[in-house]
Every structure is written in structure tokens, then in C-alpha cells.
């Protein structure tokens, strides 16, 4: 089978690939199981300074890897720089902090020794997105490569040659073969590998309609799984919040990466008394960003992954419009291949797509709450749980209502986002398990207790 990866910005086939057959699926599990022994048997200091080197690989061909993220999925040159200096500080902080984090964990029993021990647990399958095609990698093979295990990857089919160029990146790092490969497969293939006894558990970053397929499979497997799905994340504004910066963040985390990130700030939860204050000055900020060429320094805002999530986007946006919300910025597509201008929507309420469902482009919600409370109320009033974040002028305050948000991770006067010192995930439809942190690199091991008498 053939798959034709399409420049969002231009519309032209850039590369074109044919899927692995069996045999070729076969040779890198086989090595695989091969190379799992002797990399967890490494000593955790020797892999550690694999994953330097893989660090310093990323640092040094950092530009090659920007073209090729921005010729497959349209992410600005900027923020594709950024991405790759974020998978390379990632190798390096696990490279470094992952033998406090894998120490054992003595228990006080009235044994003479009791403790946890973290062991790995074989090779992990990881199918990732397209939309952060080198972070979203590195967020679950660096601590799992110090961890001991080994991984494959299955990648979104539109960024083929993102999950080679990390393939490669590990290569020229020394990483021993088998360690690390990529996999060129479709949706049933995948299925199958998943089913393959020499897979050990799956990590899925991606809609909540492959995760459930995915969790399925492993849980009929009895195989371990972490599901990082959709979000709708609330971006609640309290009367005494600071404009100024408010207005700010909430421009980075709804229009960065041109709203498709899972943890982008979707709905904004606003109460009354500052409301038309904020909406104002939001639609002023926003209209400022320029779609265009993302490989151009001065274009702020990049196409759209795709053409076909434009026009569902798009689809979206109509319905809500249909039911009662009034557009205030935006909301048609540019005449470009994949573009959708920066896009504001107010007086969104239940019923609506851009209530109900996650809208992963750039169009931001804009719900009017009376007061507080029914800003946490609002802000809970989702299927989904990824994270959430509160602007005020009172750390107290806002700390007390981050504390009510059921999400993954909650945020205080500062946008969501991921960071390696903290455990990353959801709950609710969001997903469940944890990447990243201690809990993070804990997913994929044998938590083992040991209890000498």
C-alpha cells in the first residue's frame, strides 16, 4: 500500500511511502526481543550516556528536522525549532534524573529487608500523533529507553519521514539495533503487532476513537496501556485577573501550534464583570496573527495539519453558529490549501459543538459565567479532563479552584502544558495513566515487591 504525505501549506505531495509487508514487520520485532536483554542489562549510567548523545544528535541536526515537521504537518519554523530543543532537554534531564527516580524504595515491615524495585518490562508500542511528531516520541522513549526497555513506533501516516529522522537520530547516537525502530504500517497492522506476544505493553497519544480501539485490544491481551486522548481544556478568568497577561497566555495556548494540541487552552470560562473586557481585547490579539508561509519568519499563525481536519473544523464551527453562537473573528477558511484564520466564537452553550466537543484548530470558545462557581461548574461540564487553568489576581484563590478541576493537570496563572519534572495525563475521556515524571517512567515496569524475612 502507498500513502502520499501533502504540504498543508501548498497542497503538494512531498513524499511518498510503501507500508512494510509482514517479513519486514517480522525482522524488527524479532530484533527487538533480540535487543531487549542486553539494553535493560546496561548499566543505568551507560544508558544514560546513550540518551546524552541522542540529545546532542537532536541539538546538532535540529534545522533538517524542522523542514521535514514543517513540510509534513505545517508547524512554524519556530515552534519546530523549539520542539526539537525540547526532546533534546528531555534526554538529558532523564539521563540524569533517572536513577533517583528507578532507586529502590525501601518499606518499613517487620522484616529484616522489604523494599520496591522498578524492573522493565520488554518492548512498548507507541502510536503517536502527528501533531507534536518529535515531542510526543521523545515524551515516552526517553524515560522508557532509561527504564530499560526497548519501543517501536507506529507514527501518524502523514509524518513518515519524522518517525525515520528519530529513527536515525538514535542510530547515529550509538543506540544498539533493535533498541528503537520505526514502523511503517497501517491501523490493522498495528492491531496485529499489538497482539504479537513479544509486545509488551502500548502507549496512544490520539483521539478518544483510537484509544478506545487501542485499549481494547490490549486489555483483551492483557497488555499494560496509557491513553493521552482529546481535551477541552478550560481557561477560566476570574474578575480579578491580570488583562494584560491573561489576554496574553490565552492567545499562546489556544492559537500555538494553530490550536491543535490536546492540552490548548478551547474554552474560555469567563465571569460577567470582566467578560466584555477580556472578549474585547482577546478578538484584538488574535486578529493580529498572520496565517501564511510557516516557513516565514513573520507568519504567526501556520496552516492546518490537513485539509479534511480544516473542513470538519469548519463543520464544527457552522453548527455552533447554527444553534446561537455569534462569530466574532475568523470563522471561514482562508482560500489556502489548509489555512483557517484565527477564530472566535461567544455565547457558546451546552448543545453546541463548541461546547460539547473538542475543536482541534484554532477557534476559541467563549463562555459567560456569572460568578466562580459556576465557573468551576462550567469548566467540569465535559466528557473530557486533561487540564485546565485559572487566572486571578489571588494565588489563594486560584489555587482553591485548580484544586476543583477535574483534570489531569490544573494550572494557576500560567498555560498547560508539559513538563518532564511533572506526571502528564488525564482523566475522564482524556485517558488514563501518566507520561513523564517519576509516575511516568513507573508505567512501563514490573513494580515488584521484595520481602527478605
Not at 512554524?76 to 529502590?104: F, I, M, P, S, T
Not at 526497548?150 to 529513527?167: E, F, Q, T
Not at 543506540?175 to 502507549?203: M, S
Not at 481557561?235 to 496574553?248: I, M
Request: glycine share 8%; net charge negative.
Amino acid at each position: 500500500m502507498t500513502v502520499e504525505t501533502v504540504n498543508p501549506a501548498t497542497g503538494k505531495v512531498e513524499y511518498t511511502l510503501e507500508l512494510m509487508d509482514a517479513a519486514a514487520v517480522e525482522a524488527i520485532l524479532a530484533a527487538s526481543a533480540s535487543a531487549f536483554p542486553q539494553w535493560s542489562a546496561r548499566p543505568l549510567a551507560e544508558r544514560g550516556d546513550f540518551l546524552r548523545k541522542v540529545g546532542a544528535q537532536l541539538r546538532s541536526r535540529r534545522d533538517d528536522i524542522q523542514k521535514i515537521m514543517t513540510a509534513e504537518m505545517g508547524k512554524l519554523r519556530k515552534e519546530a525549532l523549539a520542539e526539537v530543543d525540547k526532546c533534546a532537554d528531555a534526554c538529558d534531564y532523564y539521563a540524569e534524573h533517572a536513577a533517583g527516580y528507578l532507586q529502590d524504595q525501601p518499606i518499613a515491615t517487620e522484616a529484616s529487608n522489604s523494599y520496591v524495585r522498578f524492573e522493565p518490562i520488554g518492548c512498548v508500542l507507541a502510536v503517536m500523533p502527528w501533531n507534536f511528531p518529535i515531542w510526543q516520541v521523545f515524551r515516552f522513549l526517553a524515560p522508557a529507553l532509561m527504564a530499560g526497555n526497548v519501543a517501536v513506533l507506529k507514527h501518524a501516516s502523514n509524518v513518515p519521514r519524522c518517525a525515520d529522522i528519530i529513527a536515525e537520530t538514535l542510530r547515529d547516537a550509538g543506540i544498539p539495533p533493535g533498541v528503537f525502530a520505526a514502523l511503517h504500517i497501517d491501523n490493522d497492522q498495528a492491531a496485529e503487532v499489538l497482539r504479537d506476544k513479544r509486545i509488551a505493553a502500548v502507549t496512544l497519544t490520539g483521539s478518544e476513537r483510537a484509544g478506545r480501539s487501542i485499549a481494547a485490544n490490549a486489555g483483551d491481551q492483557l497488555k499494560k496501556c496509557v491513553m493521552e486522548l482529546g481535551g477541552s481544556d478550560a481557561f477560566v478568568v476570574l474578575e480579578d485577573a491580570d488583562l494584560d497577561k491573561t489576554v496574553a497566555s490565552a492567545v499562546t495556548s489556544r492559537f500555538g501550534n494553530v490550536g491543535q494540541t490536546c492540552i490548548a487552552a478551547k474554552r474560555f470560562i469567563v465571569v460577567d464583570a470582566i467578560a466584555d473586557a477580556f472578549v474585547q481585547r482577546f478578538v484584538d490579539a488574535a486578529s493580529k496573527l498572520k496565517l501564511g508561509d510557516p516557513n516565514e519568519e513573520t507568519t504567526t499563525l501556520a496552516p492546518m495539519a490537513r485539509q479534511d481536519l480544516r473542513d470538519e473544523l469548519h463543520k464544527q464551527v457552522q453548527a455552533s453558529v447554527a444553534k446561537g453562537a455569534k462569530p466574532l473573528l475568523g470563522c471561514e477558511p482562508d482560500g489556502s490549501h489548509a489555512g483557517y484564520p484565527a477564530s472566535i466564537l461567544d455565547a457558546v452553550a451546552p448543545g453546541m459543538a463548541a461546547y460539547d466537543e473538542e475543536l482541534f484548530g484554532p477557534v476559541a470558545s467563549i463562555l459567560r459565567v456569572k460568578d466562580e462557581a459556576e465557573a468551576v461548574k462550567v469548566a467540569n461540564d465535559t466528557t473530557f479532563g486533561l487540564g485546565g487553568s485559572v487566572w486571578t489576581g489571588d494565588r489563594e484563590r486560584g489555587n482553591r479552584v485548580a484544586r476543583q478541576l477535574q483534570c489531569g493537570a490544573a494550572f494557576v496563572n500560567a498555560i498547560v502544558k508539559s513538563d518532564v519534572r511533572l506526571p502528564f495525563g488525564g482523566t475522564k475521556r482524556s485517558g488514563f495513566g501518566r507520561e513523564l515524571a517519576e509516575h511516568g517512567i513507573h508505567e512501563f515496569m514490573n513494580i515488584k515487591s521484595v520481602y527478605v524475612a
